[in-house]
């Protein structure tokens, strides 16, 4: 009995626990969706933090870390299934369902804290991006001349040579050395002679930081500012020494360098790194140990003759006179681009004004320049048709060799110096700086820079142009070695300064400098002292620029003395105390704090400037306090730069004045004469409803709610220089659009928006319709996430007004969990019409992209990219427009680029409404006009086949360059069915396509269907196959004879694949006894094909004869290479290794320097050497 009495209450106990359970779900319903609130609350407030640290990475160009990206999307998954739980719960508010909602509510809780657990990435959420190749940065622009061309196949031939550790390449200053750097670094990245290859720039003044810099980013790392010069050293050359080939260019090197000083193996220490550098001086490359020199000549006469033809590109009214100018520039490429340039459209007479000047130009005093090369710069600047283009290009002297130049800088250096006549603002000589800079570069008096509204100046042009400032009426000093050669001796004639960097702890005491009316220093140590002398010394000093200096704290009262100053530059400078100095610059019209981290306060004295035309605070990310009343008395204000700075907005008056801060209504009152306003704001709704900014047609603003916490702002990157030429922005996140709609303000702002983010906004579903009934006629890009309301950006059935988004170029919607399509019902004609990029990220109920009404209209788009959208059937969708052709309205002239990625099990292809086939089109194997295609295939076409991109598409689709496609479950990839023929030949198809990536999974067929005569894909240049699983091979063999220009083959993990190319059937077999496919194939890829048993079936086939690289791995079956191979004696010697630590089926061949091996994917150690399975030759011959 008592053993019963024990069950009975182990079992009771058992009972009452789960029991207990179930009814709490009912007593404390309102504290579990209490407690899935707020736990909610704070897993969105993670959220948003991490999300701003993301997008703050990826503004700054690094990479996620993948922990980061598995969490976020959890949370995503979370976001959509909170979603749907808050529908559930308003529609089952009765009382019999609380116990179920209480019991969901307490899951979802648990799943929350978990991922709140999860996030333990602290804010480290991103590495730096792998560095680009280098030559993937370098524009085209090498001409393959003779005598060019010679000299560029001599330095890669001897470059292989593996005795070879140095090599020179040395000529007169502008006769193209770095241009043709650049043309070898190219071919080589094509050769694979290197794993990596770095390029720094050395100049006349060599920087060991700067050099050191410029490699390591190449390679990947960074320094601390704090690492001393040894120990950036040591660590460069430990990186340098784990690379196994590595070629390193120094370009322009004046002198001979310490290699151990810079952290630079030698030949001894690492036989696989190898130098090359350029100089104007054979005894710098004799000093630096080249073992080989090249010098580079100049250009022939009919050379120069064909490059001045080509920049001029207009048909020559006086070729001879042409000719004879050309001769003048003395076969260098750098001025024969400067002289055509200017001579563009000219008249005989001034042909002939030309010649003169050019054949009397007397050269400056330049050493290893050419004569010719100076006279032909300098007549090219006195070429120019306006002083302020001269004055332009001047300032563009102020920055070292191979600096990008903040054109920013440059208006306001020349604004302060009053070169801009006939403009009214800052705005208008904005304006004109950029249209001056413009028309520099068109003259190549200056080159473009891989950085936004910046420039740059190619050193041999820089040379003479620091010549011409130096004499009079100009009278500039530059020393950008001033760290060495401290301040000038002889200073009073000077009007301008620039000194880089400028470490110098002492100015002379008396320095008097009269004449100096701009000066500009850059640089770490500068005392306060230093600066109280130099400020009583240049009293009609108009700009002063102290850019990065870090020993000034305070602003000395001497300051006051400057009253011509009119721009005042303190970028980067730790200043903590302003004080009341700054209140005495009476004429000051340009003021910049820009990045002062260190400044919390901005003093009241600012509001006594009233002339002051523009202030800038971006950066100041500590800025805590603006007094009431400071901005509004700026009644000469035009720009007001805040971004990522001070957002304490006052919304109601302080008790005390001296606690009041500035308010928008300050801001708004200045709206009369604000040309230019950036702030940041916490909510929407501190704009007051009574009073509104008036926005004139000549304002541009960037406005954004996008608020940082300190924490966040620690670890965003400045964007220093910056953009100061963007378009009007709004910026809105986490709000909600039936409040900010009532702001008439903000309606206002939309109108005249050009650039519009919205992120998590509520109560919007038709973005066009809710925000302006006028169709947003300026918006040219849209961006928008998050938004959980958001159905169509316009609803066409309730749409009478205008066009739609009429110059709209760019378009990005992303986790967007109800939008349905782009837009919905018809639109006017023209809306959308200057499309250009579209962009579709998780958007879960998606079913397409366009449909039929609005594809009509994309004749501008150029790139789409649709990913995760998990119901997406088809690109295109003929909707309601039953009656219509497609191929009779649609045309996508200019889409160049096509992403598909993880698409849905239903997507059908780029457009489904004409189905493939009928029954009545089904061919057999009889039939003469398709090859390639066997019986099975035939009989599964008798159904509905899914194609990506099906022949009725093809004619859309003529100038595509670049395709990717991942994981989109479709039978086929081309299908060419029906393509069209005319006159007995098929329209060449993707006769553009160079590149194409494919992750097909389920995919029997990449090519089906083809037309006998077909043409096209007669560019492919780089193919990439992986995970391929039901493909038996890669290429029918039509489209392989195709596929002429094929230069990368890359295969992987296609468990099924049995060959490459399949043979070649009855009817695409031609008359001749041999055919040799791939003809320029450098690198040839095979990896983890375990079924494969031969490349090409066919003996009269070969493949790869100009192979340089190949790579095979993970092959069991594969038998024999040399059948299909005929050069493979010629490759190099296979030098795999299998390392034991290496992943299995992973090998250490496959980066090139070990480019063949074989073996199986499951047991490492049975690799086979690529000569095992390679026949014994009879005869080598």
Request: with cysteine; hydrophobic share 40%.
């Amino acid at each position: 009995m008592d053993i019963v009495i024990s069950i009975a209450s182990k079992i009771a106990e058992s009972l009452v626990t789960p029991i207990g359970r179930e009814f709490g779900y009912l007593i404390y319903y309102d504290t579990n969706m209490k407690d899935l609130k707020d736990e909610l609350k704070q897993l969105f407030e993670m959220k948003d933090g991490v999300q701003e640290l993301v997008n703050a990475a990826k503004r700054n160009g690094e990479v996620i870390n993948s922990n980061v990206q598995i969490w976020l999307t959890s949370v995503n998954k979370l976001i959509q299934k909170v979603l749907h739980f808050e529908e559930e719960v308003n529609m089952k508010r009765r009382f019999l369902y609380r116990w179920n909602i209480s019991r969901k509510a307490t899951k979802i809780t648990q799943d929350v804290r978990h991922l709140q657990k999860e996030r333990t990435f602290n804010n480290n959420v991103a590495h730096p991006a792998p560095p680009p190749m280098i030559w993937s940065t370098f524009k085209e622009g090498f001409k393959d001349f003779k005598s060019r061309m010679t000299c560029v196949n001599s330095v890669i031939e001897v470059l292989k040579n593996e005795e070879v550790r140095m090599i020179g390449i040395c000529g007169m200053g502008g006769v193209g050395k770095t241009t043709m750097v650049k043309e070898i670094i190219k071919r080589l990245a094509g050769l694979k002679v290197f794993d990596n290859v770095v390029i720094a720039v050395v100049s006349q003044s060599p920087s060991i930081r700067k050099i050191q810099s410029e490699i390591a980013e190449q390679l990947g790392f960074t320094y601390d500012k704090e690492d001393t010069e040894s120990g950036r050293a040591r660590r460069l050359y430990g990186r340098l020494m784990e690379i196994s080939r590595i070629l390193i260019v120094l370009d322009d090197v004046w002198t001979e360098l310490d290699f151990e000083a810079i952290g630079l193996p030698s030949g001894l220490t690492h036989k696989g790194c190898k130098v090359l550098l350029t100089s104007r001086n054979l005894e710098v490359c004799n000093a630096m140990g080249s073992q080989e020199i090249f010098t580079i000549p100049v250009l022939t006469p009919e050379e120069s003759w064909e490059l001045f033809r080509e920049i001029i590109g207009q048909p020559l009214d006086y070729p001879d006179l042409a000719k004879r100018v050309t001769n003048e520039c003395a076969g260098l490429p750098i001025a024969i681009l400067t002289v055509a340039k200017a001579q563009e459209n000219k008249r005989k007479y001034e042909w002939d004004d030309a010649l003169k000047q050019l054949q009397s130009s007397a050269p400056g005093s330049i050493s290893s320049m050419n004569d010719r090369v100076y006279s032909s710069i300098q007549w090219s600047y006195d070429r120019l048709e306006s002083d302020e283009a001269k004055s332009c290009l001047l300032l563009c002297c102020l920055f070292p060799e191979d600096y990008d130049i903040p054109i920013e800088y440059l208006v306001r250096y020349g604004w302060g110096r009053g070169y801009f006549s006939n403009t009214d603002s800052v705005e208008e000589a904005r304006n004109r700086v950029h249209s001056l800079v413009d028309k520099l570069q068109r003259r190549f008096l200056l080159l473009d820079s891989k950085l936004k509204d910046h420039t740059k100046m190619h050193d041999i042009v820089r040379d003479v142009a620091i010549q011409i400032a130096s004499r009079d009426p100009h009278r500039f000093l530059i020393r950008c070695d001033a760290e060495k050669k401290g301040w000038p001796k002889i200073y009073d004639h000077y009007t301008t300064i620039s000194l880089i960097p400028i470490n110098i702890d002492e100015i002379p005491v008396g320095l008097d400098c009269p004449k100096l009316e701009l000066l500009h220093l850059e640089g770490e140590r500068y005392s306060e002292n230093s600066m109280d002398i130099m400020c009583k010394g240049m009293k009609k000093l108009k700009v002063l620029a102290l850019v990065d200096v870090r020993g000034i704290s305070a602003l000395p009262s001497s300051l006051g003395l400057l009253k011509s100053l009119r721009t005042l530059s303190l970028n980067g400078c730790l200043l903590t105390d302003i004080s009341d100095v700054i209140g005495s610059l009476e004429n000051l019209e340009i003021l910049s704090f820009r990045e002062c981290v260190n400044m919390l306060e901005l003093p009241r004295e600012i509001g006594l400037l009233k002339h002051l035309r523009l202030l800038d605070i971006t950066d100041c990310n500590r800025l805590q306090k603006i007094p009431h009343g400071l901005l509004s008395s700026l009644s000469s204000l035009e720009e007001l730069y805040m971004e990522n700075s001070f957002h304490i907005w006052e919304q109601s008056a302080a008790k005390s004045e001296d606690k009041r801060m500035a308010s928008l209504v300050e801001v708004m009152s200045l709206s009369n004469h604000l040309k230019v306003l950036v702030i940041v704001i916490p909510d929407f709704n501190f704009f007051p409803k009574d009073f509104y900014l008036t926005i004139q047609t000549t304002i541009r603003f960037h406005i954004s709610n996008r608020t940082f916490q300190p924490w966040i702002i620690a670890h965003i990157p400045s964007t220093r220089t910056g953009c100061y030429a963007f378009e009007n922005k709004l910026d809105i996140v986490r709000s909600d659009a039936t409040e900010f709609m009532e702001i008439q303000t903000v309606q206002l702002l939309f109108k005249k928006c050009e650039d519009l983010i919205l992120q998590g906004i509520k109560n919007l579903k038709y973005v066009l319709n809710e925000l302006d009934q006028e169709g947003l006629q300026h918006l040219k890009v849209l961006r928008i996430s998050g938004c959980p309301e958001i159905e169509y950006l316009v609803n066409g059935a309730s749409w009478t007004q205008q066009t739609a988004f009429p110059l709209i170029q760019s378009i990005e919607l992303k986790w967007m969990p109800e939008l349905r399509a782009i837009c919905h019902d018809q639109l006017p004609q023209s809306s959308f019409i200057n499309l250009r990029s579209l962009e579709l990220l998780y958007c879960p109920v998606l079913k397409y992209v366009f449909s039929l009404s609005v594809a009509s209209n994309l004749v501008q788009l150029q790139s789409l990219l649709v990913v995760r959208c998990p119901q997406m059937k088809e690109i295109v969708s003929k909707e309601w427009r039953e009656h219509e052709t497609a191929s009779d309205i649609i045309a996508f002239p200019k889409l160049t680029n096509l992403t598909l990625n993880y698409l849905s099990d239903e997507f059908v292809g780029f457009y489904e409404a004409n189905k493939l086939y009928s029954n009545h089109e089904v061919t057999t194997p009889e039939d003469q006009n398709v090859v390639g295609t066997s019986y099975d295939e035939h009989q599964s076409s008798r159904s509905f086949e899914r194609a990506v991109f099906p022949s009725k598409c093809i004619l859309w689709l003529q100038n595509l360059e670049e395709v990717k496609l991942k994981y989109s479950n479709v039978d086929v990839v081309f299908n060419l069915k029906g393509h069209m023929v005319r006159d007995g030949q098929a329209v060449p198809a993707f006769s553009h396509l160079q590149n194409l990536f494919i992750r097909p999974s389920r995919c029997q067929h990449l090519w089906k269907n083809i037309p006998r005569g077909f043409q096209g894909f007669q560019n492919l240049r780089y193919l990439k196959i992986e995970d391929g699983r039901d493909l038996q091979y890669v290429f029918p063999h039509s489209i392989a004879r195709l596929l002429v220009n094929l230069e990368e083959l890359n295969i992987a993990q296609c468990w099924e694949m049995e060959t490459i190319v399949r043979s070649a059937d009855e009817n695409e077999k031609e008359d001749q006894t041999s055919v040799t496919l791939f003809p320029k194939l450098n690198s040839f890829d095979l990896d983890a094909l375990p079924s494969l048993e031969s490349l090409c079936p066919d003996a009269s086939t070969s493949l790869c004869s100009t192979a340089k690289v190949m790579s095979v791995k993970s092959c069991d079956k594969l038998k024999t290479l040399a059948s299909v191979i005929p050069q493979i004696k010629k490759l190099e010697k296979d030098s795999t290794a299998h390392h034991e630590d290496e992943d299995e089926g992973i090998s250490s061949g496959s980066c090139g320097c070990t480019p063949y091996s074989c073996g199986p994917m499951t047991k490492p150690t049975s690799r086979r050497n690529i000569v095992q399975i390679l026949p014994r030759p009879v005869n080598q011959e």
